[in-house]
């Protein structure tokens, strides 16, 4: 059974499945009518199963799936069960309120936890453990930008608790990388094992009595219907959970688009080598670069890293060959050698990737559109693992009409316009990805901020 592409770039996350290698579940069989039809079976389709399923265990639910349960980026990502949400704070102020917004962040961090309990109660063994994130500062641009951040954190009414700046001491004694000037810490990240995560969350979904059906490919959503070879199904509610597969979707080409995002991880590293780096009570770990790259230490003792970099595709397309970048695999061996000289001749074991979406306005929603059934959540950018669990809980509140705290989050019912048509689409967004690149290069031969991150946040929602 292989939850990823079946050649070419095999997640480290595949390899390491264990028990939830389970076999492939059966296609839809043919025409069926259910409550609720969900469009995809990666976090955001399965925790809205499993949400809804407990909020009404008398609703009719069906999961259809093109590949495999977590065969998108649920099954692939760098494992940050994290509290970061993509909009911009401005962005959620502007649609409801600084209360609205500091609601917002402040159930992104319930949400972590949330993870945890569930996990732990359902008997999901996915590697979770709580250790925080540390980014380090490695210049003294870097540094000040740390500052500026943890500064604008604790005057939106975040405390220390929440996230607090660290001296180059006390950063390089959680990770002891190569040039640390500072850092800060963040208590609202787990580390996960994906893969196992959402395979475990899937056989406990089906086990609940949701049908779940793999290799169904949905060709068509409407208001009380989707379409598949199979047939159709018939569902007053339709949920769309199908991430950096949208595109593909007719009528959904430019609601999102897909950019894809690499990872590598090294071979299991023994404890001589795991005492010189440090990452002791396993936080996940980054610095703070303007191309985002991530890390985190495994259980079985690797470091699994990754990072952006690799270009948008034209047309918004998405294939299994665009999950290997050999130049991007280089590049972020490159960085974590040189981040961590303590790697030394550590071999890398694997390399792989997967799509994300980005909505044009960078800003993640969940919505239910009550006059036609059709419901969506998405958008999430790179911050999806816990985010999921929030938009399934809230879908699984509008589905049954609840008001709820969840339901009045500044997020619910967000219309993000669509994207530019190509060739417009693809210069933008590749000018975007390359300037990142050279900000980060500016800085280092300058040592000055770059002025042209600044130029291009309004291209890139400045991240
Ligand atoms: C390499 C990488 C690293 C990442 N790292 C992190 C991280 O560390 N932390 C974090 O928070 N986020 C991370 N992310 C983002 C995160 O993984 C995603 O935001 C999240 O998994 C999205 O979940 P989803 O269920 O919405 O989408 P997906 O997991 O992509 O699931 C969508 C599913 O829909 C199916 N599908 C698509 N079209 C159809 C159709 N027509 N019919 C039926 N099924 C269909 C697909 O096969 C897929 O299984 C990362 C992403 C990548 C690619």
Request: proline letters at 5%; glycine letters at 12%; hydrophobic letters at 40%.
């Amino acid at each position: 059974m292989t939850i990823g592409p079946t050649s070419g770039a095999r997640s480290l996350w595949q390899d390491t499945l264990g028990e939830q290698d389970a076999p492939a579940r059966p296609a839809l069989p043919g025409p069926a009518a259910y409550d609720v039809v969900v469009v995809g079976a990666g976090l955001t389709g399965l925790w809205s199963a499993y949400h809804l399923r407990r909020a009404d265990p008398t609703l009719r639910i069906a999961v259809l799936e093109k590949e495999v349960a977590g065969f998108g980026a649920s099954g692939r990502n760098g494992g940050w069960c994290s509290a970061l949400f993509p909009t911009s704070w401005d962005a959620l102020v502007r649609a409801s309120s600084v209360d609205g917004a500091l609601r917002q962040h402040r159930a992104m961090q319930e949400t972590v936890r949330e993870v945890g309990r569930v996990v732990e109660a359902e008997g999901i063994d996915a590697d979770f453990h709580r250790g925080g994130t540390v980014t380090l500062a490695r210049t003294p641009v870097q540094l000040r930008r740390l500052q500026e951040s943890v500064r604008e954190v604790h005057g939106r009414g975040f405390t220390e608790e929440d996230e607090r700046l660290l001296g180059a001491a006390e950063a390089a004694g959680m990770l002891a990388a190569s040039d640390v000037v500072g850092g800060a810490f963040t208590p609202h990240t787990a580390r996960v094992h994906p893969a196992r995560l959402v395979r475990g969350l899937a056989r406990v979904v089906e086990a609940s009595g949701v049908d779940l059906f793999e290799h169904t490919e949905v060709t068509g959503i409407e208001p009380g219907r989707v379409r598949t070879a199979a047939g159709t199904v018939r569902a007053e509610v339709v949920l769309r959970a199908t991430e950096g597969y949208t595109p593909g979707l007719p009528g959904h080409r430019r609601t999102v688009v897909p950019v894809y995002s690499l990872m590598v991880a090294t071979e299991p590293l023994d404890e001589a080598t795991w005492a010189t780096i440090g990452l002791a009570d396993r936080p996940t770990f980054t610095d703070a670069r303007h191309l985002i790259v991530y890390g985190q230490r495994t259980e079985d003792g690797r470091i699994a890293f990754g990072g952006r970099g690799a270009p948008y595709h034209f047309g918004s397309r998405v294939s299994p060959s665009y999950d290997a970048e050999p130049r991007v695999f280089a590049d972020l061996e490159a960085t974590l050698r040189e981040m961590l000289p303590q790697l030394g001749g550590t071999r890398f074991t694997h390399r792989w990737g997967g799509p994300l979406a980005i909505a044009r306005d960078w800003a993640a929603s969940v919505g239910l559109d009550r006059s036609t059934g059709l419901g969506w959540a998405g958008g999430y950018v790179g911050d999806g693992v816990a985010t999921t669990n929030l938009a399934g809980r809230t879908l699984a509140d509008l589905v049954t009409g609840a008001a709820t705290d969840l339901t009045d989050l500044p997020w619910v019912d967000h219309r993000s316009r669509a994207w530019e048509p190509e060739p417009l689409r693809w210069l933008g967004i590749n000018a975007g990805l390359r300037a990142m690149t050279l900000a980060d290069a500016e800085e280092a031969r300058t040592g000055r901020r770059s002025r042209l991150a600044r130029a291009m946040a309004p291209l890139t929602g400045g991240h």
